[in-house]
């Protein structure tokens, strides 16, 4: 069993940078997919980006493409989510989520199914 453990949010101004990470703990995820989702309230959960098991390759959300940046430390089982150039429609609650595969190439999308899920940070950008 996989646990996952979103830190780093909270509440930033417009323009302003945040930084959340996930950490896994039960057993290890390196080679294994991660993503970050997020959800607004009133609004369905909603694909950000995704990095590979080896965090060679990744993909983002067009709405976030040039502001944001994935990335993963296997080390200590962590993924990142660099966000700069915050904007108030960035406000939601931000999850991080991992996908079983058997390849650490993939890079899943937002219609892929993810296996295990973080319980969640906030994230508000205030205008």
């Known amino acids: 069993q996989v646990q996952l453990a979103e830190s780093g949010g909270g509440l930033v101004q417009t323009g302003g940078s945040l930084t959340l990470s996930c950490a896994a703990s039960?057993?290890?995820?390196?080679?294994?997919?991660m993503a970050w989702f997020r959800q607004a309230p009133g609004k369905e959960r909603e694909f950000v980006a995704s990095?590979?098991?080896?965090?060679?390759?990744?993909s983002l959300a067009d709405s976030v493409k040039g502001r944001f940046t994935i990335s993963r430390d296997n080390a200590k089982n962590t993924a990142y989510l660099q966000m700069n150039s915050l904007l108030p429609e960035d406000t939601a609650a931000y999850y991080c989520?991992?996908?079983?595969?058997?390849?650490?190439?993939?890079?899943?999308?937002?219609?892929?199914?993810?296996?295990?899920w973080g319980q969640g940070t906030q994230v508000t950008v205030s205008s």
């Open positions: 989520a991992v996908k079983i595969s058997p390849y650490s190439t993939v890079v899943p999308g937002p219609r892929d199914v993810y296996n295990y």
């Open positions: 039960g057993r290890t995820v390196t080679n294994w997919p």
């Open positions: 990095i590979s098991g080896r965090g060679r390759g990744t």
